[in-house]
């Protein structure tokens, strides 16, 4: 027997003794991981103890149930009904603080503009960008980012041609591409994109594309695919549970290809600028950046790097170009389906500028009945219906609520484009929302569509001049035919998500 023991030792056999000791050890791992859990669901607990109400969370699904797939917004809308303009709900064991409406908003994001001006993870695109690039930059890098991006922007074009000329150039490129549809039906969408695209390409990579490149194109597709990703009812529950799911494939996983296959053309752009750059003759935002690194690389605390400066290219290309083509598509779409409201533009083109010469942006400020339109457009498309989310920077007294550092901020973007005390009509499309009785402009604080305070669009400045150029050029020369009947238009829209989509259509562009 003793040596059949021994035996059992050596070959590591189980006895009573080992099995109790193992039992010995379970039970304590697990009572010390439950005083773990409870201590770490306590100290949450007692830190957002004054947030602002909200419906109770159940525990690790938060308020699944009060919230559908694929209807955050809706479902969001529907709880401020309840709770009021500014209160909580929990994704996961994530809290949320969503602000809804003009004054909630306005509060928060410019009176509070240092405290609401931190940005959160964007589940879907974590994975790409990982805090880097302006977008999803935090502190000291987003600051630098941010203040270099604004300003290469600001000064392009200094000496060469200026970033209005570059536009109307493109516009001119477009009307030939539109000419050659000889009045056939098209689907506009990278008729649009291309030529949006363009400009911002001029910016970025020193030089517009030719329609008809394979890789350009392919580009657009990419960004236009991960655009409607990021928007689908899959990546809306994926945002609330991406930190269970991401162990998971799933088509979260399709974003990251494309975003990624779009880094790797960038990466190989600032390859081929690094190999013939000239210090002294910046020809695009590359360039610019690559001499920053230059003239910063014994600054330990410098962001200026390769990292920042593919994602922050990426940022600007991406953000340049879907946001923009999407509003034209759907401009289409609503002028369409309100004939009597493209008829005024005509009319006003035609009396302002005329058939001579090309439009040019001080044209703007005589022509109030279009830039109503464009606004009203911007306004009924809400693009980014509840922004792009973000967090507060420090612990933030919010409304007599105590917001601890780091909890996310849902501005709902939405809400306020359409909140009732701001607009006539804010539920129909209607540019009277933004004219006066006498015809004349009127502003309106509550018109957000590139959101407000510290992280406002900073593309803003282009991307309307690019909308009124894009519109007046294209409307000087053309009038929009759809294939149905202006009543059976319909302009709901495709996703509804991070972004909404336009709906897919087809129309003909007829000269005038
Ligand atoms: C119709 C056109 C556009 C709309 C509706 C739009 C909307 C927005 C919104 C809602 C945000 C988030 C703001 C926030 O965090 O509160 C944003 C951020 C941003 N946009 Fe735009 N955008 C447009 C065009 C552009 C263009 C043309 C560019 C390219 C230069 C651009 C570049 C950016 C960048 C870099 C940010 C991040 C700013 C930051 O985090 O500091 N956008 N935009």
Not at 135 to 142: C, H, K, L, S
Not at 271 to 296: G, V, Y
Not at 334 to 344: I, N, Q, R, S, Y
Request: aromatic residues 12%.
């Amino acid at each position: 027997m003793r040596g059949h023991s021994r035996l059992a030792y050596h070959t590591g056999a189980v006895t009573p003794c080992t099995m109790e000791l193992a039992g010995a050890i379970t039970i304590f791992l697990g009572i010390y991981v439950s005083c773990l859990l409870v201590i770490s669901a306590w100290r949450k607990q007692s830190r957002n103890k004054n947030l602002p109400p909200g419906p109770t969370p159940l525990p690790l699904i938060g308020n699944f149930l009060q919230i559908k797939v694929g209807e955050t917004l809706k479902s969001l809308e529907k709880l401020s009904a309840k709770y009021g303009p500014v209160f909580t709900v929990y994704f996961g064991s994530k809290p949320i603080v969503v602000l809804c409406g003009h004054e909630a908003v306005k509060e928060a994001l410019v009176d509070q503009a240092e405290e609401f001006s931190g940005r959160a993870h964007m589940p879907t695109v974590e994975k790409n960008f990982q805090g880097f690039g302006v977008v999803f930059a935090n502190g000291e890098r987003w600051r630098q980012l941010r203040r270099f991006s604004l300003t290469v922007l600001r000064n392009f074009g200094m000496g060469k041609k200026s970033i209005e000329e570059r536009i109307q150039e493109e516009a001119q490129f477009l009307l030939e591409a539109f000419r050659n549809t000889k009045a056939e039906p098209f689907d506009p969408t990278f008729f649009l994109s291309r030529a949006v695209s363009n400009v911002i390409c001029s910016i970025v990579f020193g030089d517009r594309f030719d329609y008809e490149d394979k890789e350009f194109l392919s580009l657009l597709q990419m960004m236009n695919e991960s655009f409607k990703e990021m928007s689908t009812p899959w990546s809306q529950f994926y945002d609330m549970y991406a930190s269970f799911l991401k162990y998971f494939p799933g088509p979260h996983m399709k974003i990251y290809y494309l975003l990624e296959d779009m880094r790797k053309f960038i990466e190989r752009r600032v390859k081929q600028n690094q190999a013939t750059l000239d210090a002294n003759s910046p020809r695009d935002f590359i360039d610019c950046f690559l001499i920053q690194m230059e003239k910063e690389k014994q600054n330990p605390s410098s962001e200026f790097n390769i990292k920042n400066l593919e994602l922050t290219t990426l940022n600007l290309f991406f953000a340049g170009t879907e946001t923009v083509s999407s509003t034209l598509r759907y401009g289409f779409l609503l002028l369409m389906k309100h004939p009597e409201v493209l008829g005024k533009m005509h009319e006003e083109i035609d009396r302002v500028i005329g058939q001579s010469r090309i439009p040019a942006i001080e044209d703007r400020s005589q022509m109030p009945y279009t830039d109503a339109v464009i606004h009203e457009i911007q306004r009924f498309s809400d693009l980014i219906p509840m922004d792009v989310p973000h967090i507060v920077t420090r612990d933030t007294q919010f409304r007599g609520y105590t917001i601890p550092q780091g909890t996310e901020i849902y501005p709902m973007l939405s809400t306020v484009l359409r909140d009732p005390s701001k607009f006539k009509s804010p539920e129909s499309f209607n540019p009277r929302n933004f004219l006066e009785e006498t015809g004349q402009f009127r502003k309106n604080d509550a018109f957000v569509p590139f959101s407000s305070g510290k992280r406002i669009c900073l593309g803003e400045a282009l991307a309307r001049m690019e909308l009124f150029l894009f519109f007046s050029t294209i409307l000087q020369r053309f009038t929009l035919k759809p294939l149905v009947a202006p009543e059976d238009i319909d302009t709901k829209p495709r996703e509804d998500g991070f972004a909404k989509i336009p709906p897919f259509y087809q129309l003909c562009v007829v000269p005038r």
